[in-house]
């Protein structure tokens, strides 16, 4: 069992910065992947940057050399620096955790914390 929960989101104005993190709880040994999701108003839920299985870091293009991913492991956290914000970012923004363990997997979403950019 793992628990997410957002915090950071708020409204700034196009070009600000805004950084969101996600607190992970429970079992986060067993976590294999977590990062964060975006759900844009008439759009559909998107991948914004994660550590994938593996270690390896994603990003969607659109917001590549804009955003940048962290993660603290001994504190169970994912940070998430937006800089350069523009009013297209504008949307909820979710943490989500992947993690295997006794031979399960399991999918976490955090509650989701809103980020307004305005223009």
């Known amino acids: 069992q793992v628990q997410l929960v957002e915090s950071g989101g708020g409204s700034v104005q196009a070009g600000g910065s805004l950084t969101l993190s996600c607190a992970a709880s429970g079992n986060t040994a067993a976590i294999s992947a977590i990062g964060w999701y975006r759900r844009i108003p008439g759009s559909k839920r998107e991948l914004v940057a994660d550590f994938a299985a593996g270690g390896k870091i994603r990003y969607a293009d659109s917001v590549k050399g804009r955003f940048t991913i962290s993660r603290d492991n001994a504190k169970n956290t994912v940070d998430l620096q937006m800089n350069s914000l523009k009013p297209e970012d504008t949307g909820v923004y979710y943490c989500?955790?992947?993690?295997?363990?006794?031979?399960?997997?399991?999918?976490?979403w955090g509650q989701g914390t809103q980020v307004t950019v305005s223009s």
């Open positions: 989500n955790a992947d993690s295997y363990y006794g031979g399960k997997f399991n999918d976490y």
